[in-house]
């Protein structure tokens, strides 16, 4: 019979190896299925060739920035409300109240516009109505194309330094093309074909429309997946509670959804919830390490290795700033505030874990005027932007040098 300092040994190693998995499995998809990420981004389909639709219940204000933002190039903008706004610039449709289906929220109102707003285009691109597109000239030839975020500051200094951390993780994005389920999709900024929009539908019960559709779509087709880097901005949460809501809605979605993925998939998935939901406790694993006797069987070991895991969350952080191009000199203070970030960005999703919510809770937008206020631009900066340019910055080989400003540059390489 195993010894109490046996069990905790064991205990300590299957909870080190479900987090290393985790942590081998995203260096893998960042440094190696990442490599011809970007080999098929030439531009083949124009902005003719788009319809966007902006989605909404009824944020006005927020909405009209978004629209304001999209290319002159794209001739149909459509808005997708719940309720009635005056929108320049874009045909707005009202999802009737007495529309009923299986969808229910967000997921019911793209399933009305999809049985009843018209479109010719090849591809649809989705919005939310928050993000504001940049760097936009054309789409390169896939079924599904996601573009990448950059969450721009809203006020709120936590908020913002778990949305940088969180831009580091989603480097894994890299290499998503190299599955045949990406691992999720992010609803703000994507592009679909038209005719697989039609055919898989939204008429589905979940609160994580985006990752669901890709899903069902991947099952249904040899799906084509291309990242695009143009960092789109969208806003990070304005306070610490909307953010935890936000997190617990997008682990409830992933949990409740989760059938949809085969067998060889279930263990990634897994791995990656333990590993979201619980990374606080990764330092835990490593002073458990010292503080056992070193007779336990393996602690020497356990302790290099679990030390070593717990340096993976600080390489998270660091990814995140590269994407925010955050001048070296801050780097220090956002690496020293990391233990933060994974707390704070965790506790969220540890909730979705614990107590999943069923109902979509829209996270709460702010307008542009406070964007320009808080990030010290010029008034009126916001809405004079082109969505087929960078926004803030003209130059991405430049750095930020403030903690909490921002700045829109490319941060990939394209050397690989």
């Known amino acids: 019979m195993l010894s109490v300092q046996g069990l905790l040994a064991v205990f300590l190693w299957v909870a080190f190896a479900v987090y290393a998995f985790s942590a081998l499995w995203w260096l893998l998809e960042v440094f190696v299925l990442r490599h011809g990420w970007n080999t098929d981004t030439d531009e083949v389909w124009g902005l003719d060739d788009i319809q966007v639709r902006v989605l909404t219940i009824d944020a006005e204000p927020v909405v009209q920035q978004t629209v304001n933002a999209v290319p002159d190039g794209v001739a149909d903008i459509r808005v997708i409300a719940e309720a009635a706004v005056d929108i320049d610039g874009a045909t707005v449709h009202v999802v009737p109240d007495e529309f009923d289906c299986e969808a229910t929220n967000k997921g019911r109102a793209v399933e009305w516009a ?9 591809y649809l691109l989705y919005l939310d109505e928050d993000t504001i597109v940049t760097e936009l000239t054309g789409l390169p030839d896939a079924d599904f194309i996601q573009f990448t975020e950059k969450p721009i500051y809203t ?15 989603q ?3 890299l290499g998503f093309h190299r599955l045949s389920y990406p691992l999720y999709a992010w609803g703000g900024g994507f592009a679909i074909r038209r005719t697989i929009e039609a055919e898989i539908g939204w008429n589905v019960a979940t609160i994580t429309e985006d990752t669901n559709l890709i899903w069902r779509a991947a099952k249904e087709y040899d799906l084509t997946y291309q990242l695009v880097n143009t960092r789109f901005r969208n806003q990070a949460p304005p306070s610490v509670s909307a953010m935890l809501k936000q997190r617990r809605r997008w682990m409830s979605g992933t949990m ?7 067998p060889l998939y279930r263990p990634l998935y897994f791995t990656r919830v333990v590993a979201w939901a619980f990374s606080p406790f990764v330092p835990f694993l490593a002073v458990a390490s010292y ?30 700033l590269i994407a925010y191009r955050k001048h070296p000199i801050l780097w220090p203070l956002f690496l020293l505030l990391t233990p933060v970030a994974v707390v ?9 874990v614990v107590r999943p919510v069923e109902t979509f809770e829209v996270t709460e937008k702010v307008a542009a ?48």
Do not use: K
């Not at 999809?114 to 090849?122: F, L, P, S, T």
């Not at 409740?256 to 085969?262: A, K």
């Not at 070193?294 to 070593?308: N, V």
């Not at 704070?344 to 979705?352: C, E, P, T, V």
């Open 114 to 122: 999809r049985r009843n707003v018209d479109a010719d285009e090849e």
């Open 344 to 352: 704070l960005h965790s506790i969220g999703a540890m909730w979705g």
């Open 369 to 416: 005027d406070t964007i320009e206020e808080v990030n010290e631009l010029e008034q009126g900066e916001l809405a004079s932007h082109e969505g087929t340019e960078r926004l803030l910055r003209d130059s991405p080989d430049e750095f930020e040098s403030g903690v909490f400003s921002d700045d829109d540059t490319g941060v990939l390489s394209d050397d690989d």
């Open 155 to 169: 006020g709120s200094r936590l908020t913002y330094l778990c949305e940088v951390f969180r831009t580091g993780y």
């Open 171 to 173: 480097f894994e994005q």
């Open 256 to 262: 409740g959804d989760d059938h949809l993925l085969p």
């Open 291 to 320: 503080l056992l006797p070193g007779t336990a069987p393996g602690m020497e070991l356990y302790s290099i290795l679990s030390t070593a895991l717990l340096g993976i969350l600080f390489i998270y952080m660091v990814f995140g």
